[in-house]
């Protein structure tokens, strides 16, 4: 089959095109014909320096999410599941692939009505927004300043936002990514502009829940425009770096710094819950760009230089 290999790690450029054996489902597994690999931010940090949550020695096949349909399973796996659409990670590796071998309950089936594009740009994405939104207990006329807003996440959190009665400011960077957040009727600011803050105080006066997803001196700011009784949850470090805020200095402000998590069987649920609500139209996921898998290079290469808005999928 094809694939896509990481034997070393470095720039774009390492990760090289090539054959890799045909998986076959063993006991308890079953078989995925990828039609679409979920890219995020996180495995072009592995990719470059080894550095990440996924662990494994090189040679490797990066990707931890794909969409297809379930072509074939292992003993003990009821054939039924055979031609079903579904979503799935993979375990950390993979991904980068036609095919890919997973246990029975890992994968997520896809509601009728969703495109299975717009299910993998839900996997993760979806759930990292429903969970942050949560943890955020967002309340009718909050004002919620969204990083990172042209986004994957940031674009849902926006939504989500929206949807709570939240008066929501979208930060985002460049003027492509702000026009397109206006077309969409958001009040939004451009966090490379200096005076980006005064902009966000003219809009809102003041700002009780921050979505980080820049990190870095954007997030320092943003902090500084939380009012007391505040909250603020980082999910991203588009610019580099984690947000530097001490927990001493958000005390002493009286903000609260939220570090939300899940447990596996939480993670699926709101798996199950963003395809729902995307099969309902309420969580509209955007894919800004899509590559073929030989062009994975290309991909991390667009995503590393923050030219991408949304979600970027690989399209087998």
């Given at each position: 089959m094809?694939?896509?290999?990481?034997?070393?790690f470095?720039?774009?450029?390492?990760?090289?095109?090539?054959a890799?054996p045909?998986?076959v489902?063993?006991?308890?597994?079953v078989?995925?014909?990828?039609?679409?690999?979920?890219?995020?931010?996180?495995?072009?940090?592995?990719?470059?320096?080894g550095?990440?949550p996924?662990?494994?020695?090189l040679?490797?096949?990066?990707?931890?999410?794909?969409?297809?349909?379930i072509?074939?399973?292992?003993?003990?796996?009821?054939?039924a599941?055979?031609?079903?659409?579904?979503?799935?990670?993979?375990?950390?590796s993979?991904?980068?692939?036609?095919?890919?071998?997973?246990?029975?309950?890992?994968?997520v089936?896809?509601?009728?009505?969703l495109?299975?594009d717009?299910?993998?740009?839900l996997?993760?994405?979806?759930?990292?927004?429903?969970?942050?939104?949560?943890?955020a207990?967002?309340?009718?006329?909050?004002?919620?300043?969204v990083?990172?807003?042209?986004?994957?996440?940031g674009h849902?959190l926006?939504?989500?936002?929206?949807?709570?009665?939240?008066?929501?400011?979208?930060?985002?960077?460049?003027?492509?990514?702000?026009?397109?957040?206006?077309?969409?009727?958001?009040?939004?600011?451009?966090?490379?502009?200096?005076?980006?803050?005064d902009?966000?105080?003219?809009?809102?006066?003041?700002?009780?829940?921050?979505?980080?997803?820049?990190?870095?001196?954007?997030?320092?700011?943003?902090?500084?425009?939380l009012?007391?009784?505040?909250?603020m949850l980082?999910?991203?470090?588009?610019?580099?770096?984690?947000?530097?805020?001490?927990?001493?200095?958000?005390?002493?402000?009286?903000?609260?710094?939220?570090r939300?998590?899940a447990?596996?069987d939480e993670l699926?649920?709101?798996?199950?819950?963003?395809?729902?609500e995307?099969?309902?139209?309420?969580?509209r996921?955007?894919i800004?760009?899509?590559f073929?898998l030989?062009?994975?290079?290309?991909?991390?290469?667009?995503?590393?230089?923050?030219?991408?808005v949304?979600?970027?999928?690989?399209?087998l």
């Amino acid at each position: 089959m094809r694939a896509v290999w990481l034997r070393e790690f470095g720039g774009p450029e390492v990760l090289v095109p090539g054959a890799a054996p045909d998986p076959v489902p063993g006991p308890g597994q079953v078989l995925i014909d990828v039609a679409h690999a979920n890219l995020t931010f996180v495995e072009t940090i592995f990719r470059a320096t080894g550095f990440g949550p996924f662990g494994r020695e090189l040679p490797v096949i990066p990707g931890n999410g794909v969409g297809g349909t379930i072509a074939a399973v292992g003993p003990g796996v009821d054939p039924a599941l055979v031609g079903r659409r579904v979503v799935s990670a993979t375990g950390g590796s993979g991904g980068y692939a036609e095919r890919v071998v997973v246990d029975r309950d890992v994968p997520v089936e896809v509601p009728d009505g969703l495109p299975l594009d717009e299910a993998v740009a839900l996997l993760a994405d979806g759930r990292t927004a429903l969970m942050l939104a949560r943890a955020a207990g967002l309340r009718p006329g909050d004002r919620v300043l969204v990083e990172a807003a042209a986004g994957g996440v940031g674009h849902l959190l926006t939504q989500l936002a929206t949807t709570a009665g939240a008066r929501v400011i979208a930060a985002a960077g460049g003027p492509r990514k702000v026009a397109l957040l206006r077309e969409r009727g958001l009040v939004v600011v451009d966090y490379r502009e200096p005076d980006w803050p005064d902009r966000v105080r003219v809009a809102a006066g003041g700002v009780d829940v921050v979505f980080d997803g820049v990190g870095g001196p954007v997030a320092r700011t943003a902090f500084d425009l939380l009012q007391r009784g505040g909250r603020m949850l980082s999910f991203g470090l588009a610019g580099g770096s984690w947000a530097d805020v001490p927990e001493e200095t958000a005390a002493a402000r009286g903000v609260t710094l939220l570090r939300p998590g899940a447990s596996p069987d939480e993670l699926r649920a709101l798996t199950r819950q963003a395809l729902a609500e995307g099969a309902a139209g309420r969580l509209r996921p955007l894919i800004g760009q899509r590559f073929p898998l030989e062009r994975a290079a290309d991909a991390h290469a667009a995503m590393e230089s923050r030219a991408t808005v949304g979600k970027t999928l690989l399209d087998l």
